[in-house]
């Protein structure tokens, strides 16, 4: 789906048209958009019908910005191990197979547009350890797994994570590599 939104003023703002589409038929005028942006969404579209929406709706020299923030790391080496084991070993078999591309920061995303270089981003944070917790449990593994086995996985690691994290309203450093695919149409 693609939808609008702008945070901030007023709301409705009146230069704003709000819709809510599929990515791959979006309702608007040939030739009316100079960017199309997908956010943390392009490894859930049907790509051939999403790329021939982009290569329709966009403007000559338009631009289509794809991005992704990938696997998280968190601040202490014992920390990072506990949650690098919970991604991957605890609730790694549950995510969807298109998470292999957030993964791999969309490096195997068949993109047919002429890529343009990005500068590398991280996107950062500094979080407790509850807003730590909060975040596993908005996962889509997570609410798999819980949905299989019928307890939250969470919980077995908040006491290993509560061992080594301090205090658990000392905030850590969360960090998420950013992949972006930048491209403009051929």
Request: net charge negative.
């Amino acid at each position: 789906m693609m939808g609008f939104i702008i945070r901030g003023g007023n709301l409705p703002c009146p230069l704003v048209e709000y819709r809510v589409a599929s990515s791959e038929c979006s309702g608007l005028d040939k030739g009316c958009a100079d960017i199309i942006v997908a956010a943390q969404a392009l490894h859930w579209f049907d790509l051939d019908r999403f790329y021939a929406e982009v290569m329709r709706v966009l403007k000559p020299d338009g631009l289509l910005a794809a991005w992704s923030y990938g696997v998280l790391s968190v601040e202490g080496d014992e920390v990072n191990s506990i949650v690098q084991h919970f991604y991957h070993d605890d609730v790694g078999s549950y995510w969807p197979s298109e998470r292999r591309h957030v993964e791999t920061g969309y490096q195997e995303i068949d993109f047919p547009f002429q890529r343009i270089a990005t500068p590398i981003f991280n996107m950062k944070v500094r979080w407790n350890l509850g807003q730590l917790l909060g975040y596993f449990r908005s996962w889509s593994a997570t609410a798999k797994f819980i949905k299989v086995h019928d307890f939250d996985p969470v919980s077995r690691i908040e006491s290993k994570l509560l061992a080594y994290w301090g205090e658990a309203n000392q905030l850590r450093t969360i960090e998420w590599p950013l992949a972006i695919l930048l491209g403009k149409v051929i």
